[in-house]
């Protein structure tokens, strides 16, 4: 047995001691006790807690009347937070830090989860705190099952939808056989060089009915030819059959798509860099999310046979659920507003994913 699942199995035998039984099986209550709170004015302890997804340091707040070990305990190989700080502030009063990595250097907002684990052996006491970063993610798509052409973007090698193979066709992310939508190597691009612009849209999600609030959020970079001549990089974002934006509470929204630097040392590797959006929808009162709530995605015109070229690269598209009453981050609030994604999409910091 590991030392990690060790410890783990020694904390759950410490848990079926938070209460007693008599001789007659009626439960006693112990008068040692170990309580979390999220924050130092709340009245109620909490097992569940979330944490920012850009990290540092979170504070929260134990009562206990016993002496206590706090620890920190995840599956990855290198965790992602720690216990920094145990301060006592009074009377079983204690002040505890919690540093907490990125949850990615990209926009990458899928929950991860650890445990915050409060131990008093002596007692045969202790405590677990459930602690997520990030959202639940139950639309989700990297387009790594697109594998037509190259990675390269420099590459006009992609392969127009129509010839897409049978199971690419049915993942619902292109709604007409002419759509001028190209699969390149782990990507897609929308438009082509004639000036037809063009459309994806996420797959259904009938649960959204149930939610409230979401965040959608994907990458994009307008296209630039080797010569660097740029495209236009007009973006436009629709809400499809129910809820809407909360910046505005309309159905669509106009973007304007970031261009990379090809003249970066570090180009095409770096190609995606700082090209991150996040936008947040809500069900509304009078235009409620429904079973066929969809997200699309349209770069220039689709009607248009000529023009000016509007061609964009989109990738890493997620739609992510917030639940309020589960503590869920407001990703949305944290970013300023719907646009270019101010979190994730900007840090630089260590983290591991």
């Known amino acids: 047995m590991t030392k990690r699942k060790a410890v783990g199995v020694l904390l759950a035998l410490s848990l079926l001691c938070l209460c007693s039984c008599n ?43 016993v002496e206590f070990e706090a620890l920190w305990q995840d599956d990855q190989s290198k965790p992602w937070a720690s ?34 684990m ?15 970063q990030g959202l639940i993610a139950p639309v989700a798509s990297d387009f790594s099952w697109s594998k037509y052409g190259t990675s390269d973007p420099r590459k006009l090698d992609g392969t127009v939808y129509s010839q897409w193979i049978k199971n690419d066709k049915t993942r619902g992310w292109v709604l007409t056989e002419d759509a001028a939508v190209y699969g390149k190597n782990g990507y897609l691009m929308l438009g082509d060089a004639t000036g037809r612009g063009a459309s994806i849209y996420s797959p259904y999600y009938e649960g959204i009915r149930n939610d409230s609030l979401a965040v959608v959020s994907f990458r994009a970079v307008a296209f630039t030819d080797v010569e660097g001549v740029r495209d236009a990089n007009k973006l436009t974002v629709e809400i499809i059959d129910g809820g809407v934006f909360r910046d505005n509470g309309q159905t669509k929204m106009e973007l304007e798509a970031p261009y990379a630097d090809i003249t970066s040392e570090k180009y095409p590797a770096d190609f995606w860099k700082h090209t991150e959006f996040l936008l947040g929808i809500i069900s509304s009162d009078r235009n409620p999310f429904t079973g066929d709530t969809r997200i699309c995605i349209t770069a220039g015109d689709p009607s248009a046979t000529s023009g000016q070229p509007n061609r964009i690269y989109i990738d890493n598209f997620y739609i992510r659920r917030i639940v309020e009453k589960n503590g869920d981050e407001d990703l949305w609030i944290a970013n300023g507003g719907s646009g270019k994604d101010n979190l994730l999409g900007a840090v630089t910091a260590e983290s591991n994913d």
């Open 23 to 65: 001789k007659g099986g009626e439960e006693v209550f112990r008068k040692e006790y170990i309580d979390f709170y999220k924050n130092a004015d709340d009245e109620e302890p909490s097992t569940v807690v979330s944490v920012p997804v850009i990290g540092g340091t979170s504070t929260f707040t134990v009562r206990s009347n």
């Open 83 to 116: 216990v920094s700080r145990v301060e006592k502030k009074g009377d079983d009063l204690y002040e505890i830090s919690l540093d907490v990595l990125p949850r990615a250097t990209y926009g990458y907002y899928t929950r991860r989860t650890g445990t915050l």
């Open 118 to 132: 409060f131990t008093c052996p002596s007692q045969q006491l202790g405590a677990f705190v459930t602690v997520h």
